[in-house]
């Protein structure tokens, strides 16, 4: 019976999307294809497999630790893109997050050691989640920012990312800038939706090395989805040092000219768990533990208190932008700063744009701050006053605040889900 009335339910959702057309920010999808787990969660698809992470910190020729960032970011893709289809069985809307939600964990790993996991998300609107991810060990850290800007056509859903990522290796003080690749969501038509990447991305190092990747789905040459093409170069040489190929799913290879240096498979490397608290030992603005009662009734299936569960958490922080507008107050992020600009990555973005034309890449620039919010940066010392415990009564406040909200916030039935966040 249930079957029925989701596969039916499926018929009608693709029908709608058949002829839809306008903003996809009010286009609704069945709740039955929403997923458990918050956007914010999606940082932490960086670092499952540590190891890779670190591994830069340890080659000492400039080179060589080039080519081990493009494989550690190479490694990354199956994990931001495919996991959850491989997991979920077809890939499902995340939650979208609210200002101030965090997603704290750690990776351990006898080689790596502990790596720290902290995202944020620093905007509804736009949404933007920002992130930092730090091994102390190897002195090895990644910051970035991440939003998504959606549109529909073709029975296809297509999504630019917006931001980018910055790798920092202490040891060298070298510099890696990354760029988000633009996606789009295929299978809708069948009821089976997964990811797909397409156009290219670059990495550029401030040791003046650069890397180029091109994706491309199945075609009817190759048969395959999730392909790609990666080479690495020295700024101002058109030498290709090395040339890495396959499909991000599965496995790669990397060549020096036409011989076979390394090897990458994700069977042959399992994924490093994240370590997460107990939910009850959690922020209350922690994702898992925010969301709880809205993942209980997703896996009930209990369509009417998805709704209300989630209308609580949706209407009380509408409530609290109101009254901060009205007080003429803004929400402090709690790990994260907004900057109009960043010197490490504008010296990066420079050296990329003097190189990428050349190669056929389009010109590499920022995203226009307004997209965002600002370039989000993680600031030190608001980290160093939560671990130290000086901001302790700063942290409490914020969160009795949206508590408070949230236990009188209004909860609505209404079933509809936007495919998009909307204002």
């Known amino acids: 019976m249930g079957r029925k009335k989701i ?29 458990k787990a918050s956007l914010v969660e999606f940082s932490a ?49 995340p939650l979208n997050p609210f200002l101030g939600e965090l997603f704290l964990g750690h990776w351990d790993d006898p080689e790596a050691g502990k790596t720290e996991l902290i995202s944020e998300q620093v905007s509804h609107h736009p949404p933007v989640t920002a992130y930092s991810i730090i091994n102390e060990k190897h002195g090895v850290k990644l910051q970035g920012y991440n939003g998504q800007k959606a549109s529909f056509a073709s029975m296809t859903i297509n999504v630019k990312q917006v931001g980018l990522a910055r790798l920092h290796i202490d040891a060298y003080d070298e510099d890696y800038l990354i760029t988000l690749p633009t996606l789009h969501i295929e299978g809708l038509v069948y009821g089976t939706p997964y990811v797909e ?48 190929s396959g499909q991000w ?23 490093t768990p994240l370590t997460l608290k107990p939910i009850e030992e959690q922020d209350p ?3 898992r533990r925010a969301w709880a009662k809205v993942a209980v009734a997703i896996d009930k299936g209990d369509y009417e ?20 507008k009205e007080e003429g107050k803004t929400w402090e992020r709690r790990y994260f700063s907004s900057v109009e600009k960043d010197s490490a990555t504008g010296k990066l973005l420079d050296l990329a744009a003097k190189y990428s034309v050349s190669l056929g890449v389009p010109a ?60």
């Open 7 to 35: 596969g039916t339910t499926w018929t009608s959702f693709v029908k709608s999307i058949a002829s839809f057309n306008g903003d996809l920010a009010s286009m609704t999808a069945p709740p039955f294809i929403l997923s």
């Open 45 to 93: 698809y960086w670092t499952e497999h540590p190891k890779l992470f670190v591994a830069p910190a340890k080659e000492s020729d400039p080179e060589k630790r080039a080519l081990a960032v493009l494989k550690w970011f190479l490694s990354t893709l199956k994990q931001q893109y495919s996991s959850r289809n491989e997991k979920l069985g077809s890939e499902k809307k």
């Open 197 to 244: 990447l397409e156009k290219s991305t670059i990495i550029q190092s401030s040791s003046g090395y650069f890397a180029k990747i091109e994706y491309t789905g199945k075609g009817w040459v190759s048969g395959k989805k999730n392909c790609f093409n990666a080479t690495l170069q020295k700024v101002g040489s058109k030498d290709i040092l090395y040339t890495i």
């Open 249 to 271: 799913t599965d496995s790669f290879t990397v060549k020096k000219g036409k011989t076979e240096v390394d090897s990458f498979s994700h069977k042959n490397n399992p994924t």
């Open 285 to 287: 603005l922690e994702s």
């Open 305 to 324: 208190e998805i709704g209300m569960e989630k209308s609580k958490i949706e209407n009380a922080q509408r409530e609290l932008r109101k009254k901060e």
């Open 364 to 423: 590499v620039t920022l995203d226009d701050p307004s997209k965002t919010n600002g370039i989000w940066l993680f600031d030190e010392k608001k980290y160093e006053g939560v671990k130290s415990g000086t901001r302790e009564e700063e942290l409490k406040a914020a969160v009795e605040k949206v508590e408070a909200a949230t236990a009188h916030a209004v909860s609505t039935t209404d079933q509809q889900i936007p495919l998009v966040d909307q204002p």
